[in-house]
């Protein structure tokens, strides 16, 4: 099947281009001298922008809109979610979490994400969570990519049973070894449940995505010791640190020091802006902290950072629509990213920056060779589109149109005499 996509403009480059696609791949990139008129088979971009699918690099799909079931989270804590969530638990079902995970599926694709990693909890012994949403990802492995994080929930060493839980996850199909340091009993169970983490990807050559000091606690530091293990086993770029709100709390003098490290490391980070404002800083009074991690200063240190949704309607968070465009507005006024080289570049923090954190760069991005997916937006550029939340008008993926909408019609009232 061909496809070919003309007047279309690129991020960071001022020309026109024509697309080419043959049996789901890009065989041509083409500069334009000048607009085209559209002929047979060809779809017009009409000087819109054409950008890699967008990616939401950590969501709970196990526990999306699950939010008062059976009772709301009253004090907006991440404890109290925790607690929520382990009555929400019992109640689960295979059907239960399909079905909750296709219509939050739906939503992501319908806002133009194609690919998905979901963290899925490993702290109930019939694992009824990494089961179904293992199954899901393989029934659906040509609409959508998932990852499916098997998460330890209630602590990896602390829970009872926690250890043998995550291997048999594991062995269940789950693609990354994830981990919650900061929710361990003790620092020195945290420290060794870092270790494991590490041992465990290394044993099943899977990836690692830890919630990693997410806490208001500037004692907590298990982030240099996830850093440490992943650059002492040469895994950095498959190891990512998600949250870490922790570093809001570090001062300036150890976060110089501990810089170093993470940049040597080459580990991800992930930060989820919209909850991590919500549920950090709940035991201050003022001044409150924002307690999202240091984006903005890990970004300009050339360390790999993307935003995600984190929740949608959930015991942690009760709103979340499926639109990383709301997120990505949000981040960057939370982290004071507000200069115009922070919103030139934007995009990239949902898009090329989370491929890396997902490991899939090989077959991510608009180039020749690579599968031919994509969205068109509705802007010129990354400012355009971040300025006016600009829809996502096409999804495509792997040369098949997955998704399309009209763009927005504004009328205006009459009485304005416009």
Partial sequence: MSMQIINARLRQRPELYRLEIENGTFTAITAQDAPQAAGDGQIDAGGKLLCAPFIEPHIHLDAALTAGEPSWNQSGTLF????????RKPMLTAADIRERALNTLNLLIGNGVQFVRTHADTSDPSLIGIKTLC???????????????AFPQDGLLSYPGGDRLMEEALEIGADVVGGIPHFEYTRELGVASMKRVIELAIKYDRLVDVHCDEIDDPNSRFLEVLACEALFNDLGSRVTASHTTAMHSYDNAYCSKLFLLLKRSGINFVSCPTESIHLQGRFD??????????VKELNAAGINVCFAEDSIFDPWYSLGNGKLLRTLDFGLHICQMMGYQDFSQALSLITDNSARTLNIEQRYGIEVGKPASFNLLEGEDDYSVLRNQGEVLLSVRHGEIIMQRDPAKITTPPWLGL
Avoid at 286 to 293: E, S
Wanted: proline fraction near 3%; charged fraction near 45%; glycine fraction near 10%.
């Fill in 285 to 294: 009074s003022y001044p409150k902290r924002r307690g999202v991690t240091r």
């Fill in 80 to 87: 109290e979610g925790i607690e929520r969530w382990g009555e």
């Fill in 135 to 149: 199954a899901l990802r393989d029934e659906l492995k040509d609409k959508i990519d998932i990852q499916v994080v």
